[in-house]
């Protein structure tokens, strides 16, 4: 099993429309989780961190639950600027100190017009 | 937020010659800085973790003779591809982790990237 498992997409969805994302992650000591946005032949973006509450920044709803090991993505009224591979990141409980993340492939998400 | 710059953007070099890639944190002093390298349509692959004044931590199977890294300073990391041949051709991303004390988790905030693609 994947560290951190993704569906890979494409996504291609209108604008305007919402849509979500799921990753699952196979290390339950795992305590960050993350966001990041990557756009094509650029470096990833963090776009949130995902806190065990949830959290919302203006379009963009982040959810974490523990029990099933999910992380998920909301994006509402999507913008042609969301077109972007989403990327979910975890850090690696093995290493103590400054910890290592662990990259999820991504997933593909295109905004039509 | 934090910038990290990295340079140069891109270079492409001969099989044989060595490459030193330079990563920078422009606003902050980052204690540990990570190299990584990307394939296309793969995800981001740690290679290794450096801290400053001290040696790299490498992952398994990154050979530290091959990629050499010197963390020399708080705002300076480099990664030198030595004797690169064409399978080193990737796009190699540093980032920069603020210390715990200020963020709230270990936010790591990426360099532009830099291709390389060796002939």
């Given at each position: 099993r994947k560290e951190v498992e993704q569906d890979p997409g494409p996504f291609n969805v209108p604008e305007g429309a919402t849509v979500a994302f799921n990753c699952t992650?196979?290390?339950?000591?795992?305590?960050?989780f993350f966001w990041y946005r990557q756009d094509c032949r650029k470096e990833p973006k963090l776009l949130m961190s995902v806190y065990s509450s949830g959290n919302e920044d203006g379009r963009f709803t982040a959810q974490l639950n523990r029990a099933s090991q999910y992380i998920s993505?909301?994006?509402?009224?999507?913008?042609?600027?969301?077109?972007?591979?989403?990327?979910?990141?975890?850090?690696d409980p093995r290493y103590g100190g400054n910890e290592k993340l662990t990259f999820g492939t991504?997933?593909?998400?295109?905004?039509?017009? | 937020g934090a910038v990290v710059s990295q340079h140069p953007s891109w270079v492409i070099c001969k099989s044989g010659t060595s490459v030193k890639i330079e990563c920078r944190s422009l606003d902050f002093q980052a204690t540990t800085m990570f190299w990584y390298r990307q394939f296309p349509k793969q995800s981001l692959m740690l290679m290794a973790t450096s801290n400053e004044g001290s040696k790299a931590?490498?992952?398994?199977?990154?050979?530290?003779?091959k990629?050499?890294?010197?963390?020399?300073?708080?705002?300076?990391?480099t990664l030198?591809?030595?004797?690169?041949?064409?399978?080193?051709?990737?796009?190699?991303?540093?980032?920069?982790?603020?210390?715990?004390?200020?963020?709230?988790?270990?936010?790591?905030?990426?360099?532009?990237g830099t291709r390389l693609t060796v002939t």
């Open positions: 992650y196979s290390n339950s000591a795992s305590q960050s993505l909301l994006i509402r009224d999507s913008k042609l600027s969301d077109s972007a591979t989403y990327l979910c990141v975890v850090n991504g997933t593909r998400l295109t905004i039509i017009p | 931590t490498y992952e398994q199977g990154v050979e530290k003779d990629f050499l890294i010197n963390h020399a300073s708080l705002t300076l990391s030198t591809v030595t004797s690169a041949h064409p399978e080193d051709s990737s796009f190699y991303i540093c980032s920069a982790s603020l210390a715990p004390f200020l963020a709230a988790t270990y936010e790591q905030y990426f360099g532009p």
